[in-house]
């Protein structure tokens, strides 16, 4: 096991901190899914809205995967040591890759499936996800990693 100078129990804290964070969301979704009256989908399925969404999706995966190897090559060959600051620049393309993909799948559920609250879960669980992150970043991972 793996263990800080201090002698916390690191893969316990990150056990507690996913669980935690994963149960927050859960039911944040749960609790929007009933208000909205959205149907559940299957966890990671490539859910399209039609063929458009399912051709720019594709698209945007494509690009986004070479926008990410393009970041982390200059990143890395731009820094002295992969460190904290470069990994935290790899997050941050990461979650803008990501809110990207979901205002696109926002955009079409608007577009395209009149008449259901789809699109207003799919933007509402983006913002709580970012907020959810900058406030465990804020807090420095809620005190639990003494960073």
């Not at 945007?60 to 460190?83: C, E, N, P, Q, T």
Request: glycine residues 4%; without cysteine.
């Amino acid at each position: 096991m793996y263990y800080y100078d201090n002698g916390d129990h690191l893969i316990l804290k990150i056990a507690i901190l996913t669980g935690t964070l994963s149960l927050i969301i859960f039911i944040f979704n749960w609790i929007m899914r009933k208000l909205l009256n959205v149907e559940r989908l299957k966890w990671f399925s490539n859910h399209y809205v039609n063929d458009t969404h399912k051709k720019y999706d594709k698209r945007i995966r494509v690009i986004s995967v070479m926008v990410y190897l393009i970041a982390m090559f200059y990143l890395i060959a731009d820094s002295s040591d992969f460190g904290m600051e470069t990994s935290w620049y790899l997050f941050v393309v990461g979650m803008v890759i990501m809110a990207v993909q979901e205002l696109i799948r926002a955009y079409m559920e608007w577009k395209y499936l009149k008449g259901k609250n789809n699109y207003l879960f799919t933007l509402i669980q983006l913002i709580f996800i970012i907020a959810t992150v900058v406030v465990v970043f804020k807090s420095e991972f809620f005190g639990m990693f003494n960073l």
